[in-house]
């Protein structure tokens, strides 16, 4: 017996109605009749007494309900364990990640590793001055970035999370005292150089070109980590704006972390090549789509 005319037969008996079956099976009252004819045919018994007034299982239809239902669910269960099973992505997914990410994304990991278990992450950092370089070269299947991204060749998937920006200034600098200051004093001093070639509008998402009102920031020396931006900032060459991580994850002496109170907020997302898609890539960013409030994590 076939798997449709196992669901035809169910159908007919919890219905009692040839019409009401067909539509809900969305085939002809003729399919019912011939596929119900086709199973009494083949027990030597007759599953339906029919009148012109009502339809009603026989004994022996009574029989095949009580053994077939239960048989027919596991096999509606089965089926739908293989497809989940199917749904979660396995192998290995390697993140690129820019600073303190991994820790700031704790949560949609942990959701990753608790859906995938049969995945594995795994870590590589990656550098502002040259973001998206491990993505091309395949070494990293998917990274976590700051915003803007416009490389044709790269997908924006989902906007993790966003935080403020602050601006970074040796302990002795005129402005480490200030409870917060203005974007624009940018226009007044020197900030470092990104080496590496990193797009020019991406390095922006966190080290203006301009101030709001036009004025150019100057650049001095070039660096290539973010020690060296430290120890430039230590010294009072430079200052440099930083999202909140800086200030959280890098809490050192000689150097003070002043709130800009009315730059945007950084906003970090999860990027791929466009033409190496994978479904692990595509389960990740399921997993990361916030759940709460735009742009969060958690």
């Known amino acids: ?5 196992i669901e035809i037969f169910l159908t007919l008996a919890e219905e009692l109605h040839f019409g009401r079956s067909a539509e809900r099976l969305h085939v002809s009252p003729a399919r019912v009749s011939q596929a119900i004819k086709k199973q ?3 027990i030597g018994a007759e599953l339906f007494e029919r009148t012109s007034r009502q339809v009603r299982l026989t004994p022996v239809g009574e029989v095949l309900l009580q053994r077939m239902k239960p048989a027919y669910e596991g096999v509606q269960d089965a089926m739908a364990a293989v497809v989940e099973a199917a749904r979660r992505a396995a192998g290995t997914l390697t993140l690129g990640v820019l600073g303190a990410q991994m820790h700031e994304i704790a949560p949609v990991l942990a959701r990753f590793r608790s859906r995938h278990p049969s995945a594995e992450l795994r870590f590589r950092e990656i550098f502002f001055s040259d973001p998206f370089g491990a993505l091309r070269a395949g070494t990293v299947d998917a990274a976590i970035t700051w915003l803007p991204v416009r490389e044709p060749d790269l997908t924006v998937g989902v906007v993790l999370r966003e935080e403020p920006l602050h601006l970074m200034v040796s302990a002795h600098h005129p402005l480490a005292g200030r409870d917060s200051v ?9 900030v470092p150089r990104l080496g590496g070639g990193a797009p020019a509008d991406w390095q922006a998402g966190v080290l203006p070109v301009r101030t709001p009102s036009g004025r150019p920031v100057r650049r001095g020396a070039e660096v290539s980590t973010f020690h060296e931006v430290l120890a430039l900032v230590a010294t009072g060459d430079v200052v440099c704006t930083v999202p909140d991580e ?4 890098n809490p050192l002496p000689g150097i003070a972390y002043v709130p800009l109170h009315d730059a945007p907020p950084v906003r970090w997302a999860l990027i ?3 033409d190496r898609e994978t479904p692990l890539i595509r389960a990740f960013a399921e997993v990361a789509r916030p759940s709460g409030a735009p742009g969060s994590a958690g």
């Open 40 to 42: 009494e045919r083949a």
């Open 272 to 274: 791929w090549c466009s």
């Open 1 to 5: 017996m076939e798997l449709r005319d």
């Open 246 to 249: 800086g200030r959280r994850y």
């Open 182 to 190: 203005s974007i624009e004093v940018l226009g007044d001093h020197v």
